[in-house]
């Protein structure tokens, strides 16, 4: 053989492989081993809290969410990120999901594409067991609310400072320090999401309670990017599919 066919031989040998390791490439498809990040702030139980022992992030929201992940055939990692942080982390892209107790608000809606409701609930008043002059809103006059930062108990705690029917709001980063500033006797009294105030009075009985009526109806949902149709399509599709298939009722059976 001589030199000219040898050449043109290793050249042919060069692209052929080239050729091959490109079509390789194309066969797999580009997002096949992408982890979907989610996003929790775990101090929001039952929804999502640590759990003492191992320092996992575990709760209603958590295994819920893996679910209808594992139902959809994606994979996920879930990530701590304080409550006021989730909406912009998730439009940064730092993560891809919000699994954290968020209630769908028209405001919100405009920043980010919501889920189905997953579980209604609604805003509690909540206060120290021994306390016998708060019933209801109305009794709270001249007193100090103590709210989490971002939620809409929070806006419901400004709604009610501009009406004057409360003196002052105090915001704190997590709801365990709310309650804890509660029964320290820093605030008078707490408004927050109801299922987790009942989470928080089974805790610690016969330190908190509930007076008056819900102050509001809400539904959670997890959210994604507003440009992200597709995702949004399967976490409803894994939802209702684990809602027909009877581990929803399980779930809320477990939790609830």
């Known amino acids: 053989m001589n030199k000219f066919f040898k050449s043109a031989l290793v ?3 060069v692209a052929l492989l080239v050729f091959s390791v490109g079509c390789a490439k194309k066969e797999a498809p ?3 081993e992408k982890v979907l990040i989610v996003g929790t702030e775990p101090t929001f139980p039952p929804f999502e809290m640590t759990d003492e022992k191992t320092g996992e992030i575990i709760g209603f929201d958590i ?3 893996k679910k209808i992940a594992e139902n959809q055939g994606l994979k996920v990692e879930i990530q ?5 942080g989730l909406i912009p982390a998730l439009q940064s892209g730092q993560i891809d999901i919000i699994a954290s107790g968020m209630t769908i ?3 919100r809606a405009k920043e980010v594409q919501f889920s189905e409701p997953y579980i209604n609930a609604g805003l509690a008043l909540a206060v120290l067991e021994s306390n016998t002059e708060i019933a209801s809103v109305e009794d709270l006059e001249g007193l100090t609310v103590g709210v989490q930062i971002g939620t809409t108990g929070s806006e419901k705690a400004a709604e009610l400072l501009e009406q004057g029917l409360i003196k ?3 915001t704190f980063n997590t709801v365990d320090i709310v309650m804890m500033e509660l029964v320290n006797g820093g605030i008078d009294a707490v408004i927050n999401d109801l299922p987790v105030t009942t989470a928080y009075i ?3 009985p016969g330190t908190i309670k509930m007076v008056g009526e819900p102050l509001s109806s809400e539904s959670y949902g997890f959210a994604v990017r507003l440009d992200d149709k597709d995702l949004a399509a399967k976490i ?3 939802l209702a599919e684990l809602t027909e298939s009877g581990y929803y009722e399980e779930l809320t059976q477990e939790y609830f």
């Open 202 to 204: 089974a805790k610690q």
């Open 63 to 65: 295994d819920l969410i």
């Open 80 to 84: 701590s990120i304080g409550f006021d």
């Open 105 to 107: 608000t028209e405001d």
């Open 236 to 238: 409803n599709a894994g």
């Open 30 to 32: 580009a997002d096949a």
């Open 11 to 13: 050249v042919m040998l």
């Open 168 to 170: 002052e709001v105090k």
